[in-house]
């Protein structure tokens, strides 16, 4: 594959890093945010799920806005969100919140927060859908894992630079300012969308990416034929694999950071450095799941059980290191045991985003958008959840929750049939 069909895996991960630097930023500014506005654990929670549920309940038609504007123009308006929603969060509490509640409280602190924090996973929501899509038209089958992989590691590189930027930024200048420098990486992609064409297909090497209207079904595939494609055992079986691993996913990136504050004790500074390392391991795990899996998918194993392999280990594998770091006494084995259980159960990304394209038909926004649904659904669920479990059964118990259903979700794996060839 030619060189600058790379170049927009690249634009698509720095896309993804300010996406997630946008995402993360309360998770660190939590402990003051909390004291300022004497919020507790639970309520914490709730504020981390309003954005995750409007971040499921978008993805969908997302994704779907994505098959209709294409990738280029669906990311610059996501990017202008991020960017006015991450910096009205910056005036919460000091009558520039926009007055956004949602009936939670309108005016409050904690409703506004709420209200924000919900528009700005509306404004997310296309991110990934936009991404796979793009993947889809401007890369080759034999290589979507890697780049799918190098895309999704962006989820290790901005959660890795949040921890120890927005401390140093809130010790010196407070949380606020801390949000409005993590704004800025985000209107700087969306000038850089504004600014680029997109590439040709690689299925019409002389024809742009121009994105075909709803109405209009592409001639390989008709409207009959297109939901059948989406109601297959193995994108249910998949769906559901991600609905789980999602649950797991975003109690680390939601919770770590505080849990290690507030569980296990350490200090701010401390914290912030320990909380970056799942996420420079996930810098690592993410492409190299992808790789692992083109290779595997390419090689004796075959399609099916070389696309099945990573998650099959990584999900399991995961699941059991973080039995073992909630179990453990000692606070910097703990904190190992849950960094590398991040890093494995962040490794499905690439082969999960790659299965979905194969088994998806020519709509990959949509798609993306429903398995995606899927993920942050459980995404909704755990960082409200999580808490609660944890004061009724102990952070221990919680945690095992967890971990049992990050073995499930690997287990579903067994179900799942790509269909097509893996072909460089």
Same mark, same amino acid.
């Given at each position: 594959?030619?060189?600058?069909?790379?170049?927009?895996?690249?634009?698509?991960?720095?896309?993804?890093?300010?996406?997630?630097?946008?995402?993360?930023?309360?998770?660190?500014?939590?402990?003051?945010?909390?004291?300022?506005?004497?919020?507790?654990?639970?309520?914490?929670?709730?504020?981390?799920?309003?954005?995750? #549920? &409007?971040?499921? +309940?978008? @993805?969908?038609? %997302?994704?779907? $806005?994505?098959?209709?504007? *294409?990738? /280029?123009?669906? !990311?610059?308006?996501?990017?202008?969100?991020?960017?006015?929603?991450?910096?009205?969060?910056?005036?919460?509490?000091?009558?520039?919140? #926009? &007055?956004?509640? +949602?009936? @939670?409280?309108? %005016?409050?602190? $904690?409703?506004?927060?709420? *209200?924000? /924090?919900?528009? !700005?996973?509306?404004?997310?929501?296309?991110?990934?859908?936009?991404?796979?899509?793009?993947?889809?038209r401007w890369i080759p089958s034999a290589a979507q894992g890697r780049a799918n992989g190098l895309v999704l590691a962006a989820i290790g590189v901005g959660s890795a630079i949040a921890p120890p930027l927005i401390t140093w930024l809130m010790t010196h200048?407070?949380?606020?300012?801390?949000?409005?420098?993590?704004?800025?990486?985000?209107?700087?992609?969306?000038?850089?969308?504004?600014?680029?064409?997109?590439?040709?297909?690689?299925?019409?090497?002389?024809?742009?990416?121009?994105?075909?209207?709803?109405?209009?079904?592409?001639?390989?595939?008709?409207?009959?034929?297109?939901?059948?494609?989406?109601?297959?055992?193995?994108?249910?079986?998949?769906?559901?694999?991600?609905?789980?691993?999602?649950?797991?996913?975003?109690?680390?990136?939601?919770?770590?950071?505080?849990?290690?504050?507030?569980?296990?004790h350490f200090a701010l500074l401390e914290s912030a450095w320990l909380a970056s390392l799942p996420w420079v391991f996930s810098i690592v795990s993410i492409p190299a799941g992808g790789w692992i899996s083109d290779r595997l998918a390419a090689g004796r194993?075959?399609?099916?059980?070389?696309?099945?392999?990573?998650?099959?280990?990584?999900?399991?594998?995961?699941?059991?290191?973080?039995?073992?770091?909630?179990?453990?006494s000692n606070a910097y084995l703990a904190a190992g045991y849950l960094a590398c259980s991040t890093a494995a159960v962040l490794a499905v990304e690439g082969p999960f985003w790659a299965t979905m394209l194969s088994v998806s038909g020519r709509r990959a926004?949509?798609?993306?958008?429903?398995?995606?649904?899927?993920?942050?659904?459980?995404?909704?669920?755990?960082?409200?959840?999580?808490?609660?479990?944890?004061?009724?059964?102990?952070?221990?118990?919680?945690?095992?929750?967890?971990?049992?259903?990050?073995?499930?979700?690997?287990?579903?794996?067994?179900?799942?049939?790509?269909?097509?060839?893996?072909?460089?």
């Amino acid at each position: 594959m030619s060189a600058p069909r790379w170049r927009w895996v690249g634009l698509l991960s720095a896309t993804a890093i300010a996406s997630y630097l946008a995402r993360v930023n309360i998770t660190v500014a939590g402990e003051q945010i909390m004291r300022e506005f004497a919020l507790t654990q639970p309520q914490m929670g709730r504020v981390f799920s309003a954005f995750v #549920l &409007g971040y499921a +309940l978008a @993805m969908i038609p %997302g994704g779907a $806005l994505a098959d209709r504007w *294409g990738t /280029r123009r669906v !990311l610059v308006g996501a990017a202008v969100v991020w960017t006015l929603v991450t910096g009205a969060i910056a005036g919460v509490g000091l009558g520039m919140g #926009l &007055g956004v509640g +949602l009936g @939670m409280g309108l %005016g409050k602190p $904690l409703g506004e927060l709420l *209200g924000l /924090r919900f528009l !700005l996973g509306v404004g997310e929501a296309p991110t990934f859908p936009a991404a796979a899509l793009g993947i889809s038209r401007w890369i080759p089958s034999a290589a979507q894992g890697r780049a799918n992989g190098l895309v999704l590691a962006a989820i290790g590189v901005g959660s890795a630079i949040a921890p120890p930027l927005i401390t140093w930024l809130m010790t010196h200048w407070g949380w606020r300012v801390a949000m409005i420098v993590t704004a800025i990486p985000a209107a700087i992609v969306g000038l850089l969308w504004h600014a680029v064409r997109e590439p040709t297909s690689t299925s019409s090497p002389n024809r742009p990416v121009v994105a075909e209207p709803l109405a209009e079904p592409y001639s390989e595939q008709s409207p009959e034929q297109y939901p059948a494609s989406l109601r297959t055992r193995s994108f249910s079986l998949l769906t559901l694999s991600y609905t789980l691993q999602g649950y797991v996913g975003y109690i680390f990136v939601f919770w770590f950071y505080l849990y290690l504050v507030q569980e296990r004790h350490f200090a701010l500074l401390e914290s912030a450095w320990l909380a970056s390392l799942p996420w420079v391991f996930s810098i690592v795990s993410i492409p190299a799941g992808g790789w692992i899996s083109d290779r595997l998918a390419a090689g004796r194993l075959g399609l099916v059980w070389g696309r099945r392999m990573v998650p099959l280990v990584s999900l399991v594998g995961g699941g059991i290191m973080l039995a073992l770091g909630a179990a453990t006494s000692n606070a910097y084995l703990a904190a190992g045991y849950l960094a590398c259980s991040t890093a494995a159960v962040l490794a499905v990304e690439g082969p999960f985003w790659a299965t979905m394209l194969s088994v998806s038909g020519r709509r990959a926004g949509t798609a993306g958008g429903i398995m995606n649904m899927g993920s942050n659904i459980g995404g909704f669920i755990s960082p409200a959840l999580t808490p609660v479990l944890a004061a009724a059964i102990g952070w221990e118990r919680a945690l095992d929750v967890a971990a049992a259903l990050a073995v499930v979700a690997g287990l579903l794996w067994l179900g799942v049939t790509p269909r097509g060839e893996a072909r460089s």
